[in-house]
């Protein structure tokens, strides 16, 4: 049974560039939650999909943005990048059941470097 | 708006000693709790939850928590602690409605001295 996997491990960007971040849930999975990771810090929520729409948003800009896709697999894209975004981003899946209280099973993660 | 507090940014446990990891939440209604662990460069590992039922939860790895309303606390326990615990540990809440987001703590460093 695969885990949540992301891809790529590891992304160094410059400053003004774009970056896309690539995740697939875990098997039998629906809903993919984002999460940004400073150093020191515990994550914070990004945003989440489900049905291939965005459910709901925390508080990060409009330069975040993402995608879900039919086979339930979910892109985040970062605009404009700036110092600040660098960051390790998770990517988290879970199943939208009637009481919504399942886990959230995280993958490894993304280390982005912006320079 | 919900919240975690872990005031610990660091715990120093000996081999074998019991070992409490500390976690206080706010909530407007009724809390589901989580419990995640860090391993260097490695995304987090769930290792229990509290949805509703019995106080005690048991998870992975031999660790248990126990939630009380009255403190609004979710301390994170292991009877017995073994190096390859040291690691961050994150706790985590989510209020009771259809609002998937988890808001989690600032993490808490395990350190098992052998």
């Known amino acids: 049974d695969a885990g949540v996997t992301q891809s790529p491990t590891h992304l160094i960007k410059t400053r003004g560039q774009q970056v896309t971040l690539r995740c697939s849930p875990k098997s039998g999975h629906d809903t993919v939650s984002w999460y940004q990771q400073a150093l020191g810090q515990g994550p914070q929520f990004i945003f989440q999909y489900y049905e291939e729409e965005e459910r709901q948003r925390g508080n990060f800009p409009d330069r975040f943005s993402g995608h879900q896709f039919p086979n339930y697999s979910s892109e985040l894209n970062v605009n404009a990048l700036l110092l600040g975004d660098s960051a390790l981003y998770l990517c988290?899946?879970?199943?939208?059941?009637?009481?919504?209280?399942?886990?959230?099973?995280f993958g490894p993660g993304t280390r982005l470097t912006v320079l | 708006a919900q919240s975690v507090a872990q005031p610990e940014d660091q715990v120093n446990v000996a081999e074998g000693n019991p070992l409490t990891v500390k976690c206080t939440y706010s909530?407007?209604?009724?809390?589901?709790l989580f419990w995640y662990v860090q391993y260097p460069n490695r995304g987090l590992q769930f290792l229990l939850k509290?949805?509703?039922?019995?106080?005690l939860v048991k998870g992975s790895y031999g660790f248990e928590a126990e939630f009380n309303k009255s403190q609004t606390s979710f301390h994170l326990k292991k009877p017995s602690a073994l190096v390859s615990d040291s690691a961050l540990y994150f706790c985590?809440?989510?209020?009771?409605?259809?609002?998937?987001?988890?808001?989690f703590g600032k993490g808490t460093r395990l350190h098992i001295l052998p």
């Open positions: 909530v407007s209604g009724n809390p589901y």
């Open positions: 985590a809440v989510r209020e009771v409605n259809r609002d998937d987001k988890i808001i």
């Open positions: 509290y949805i509703t039922g019995d106080n």
């Open positions: 988290a899946s879970s199943l939208v059941s009637g009481s919504s209280t399942d886990t959230q099973y």
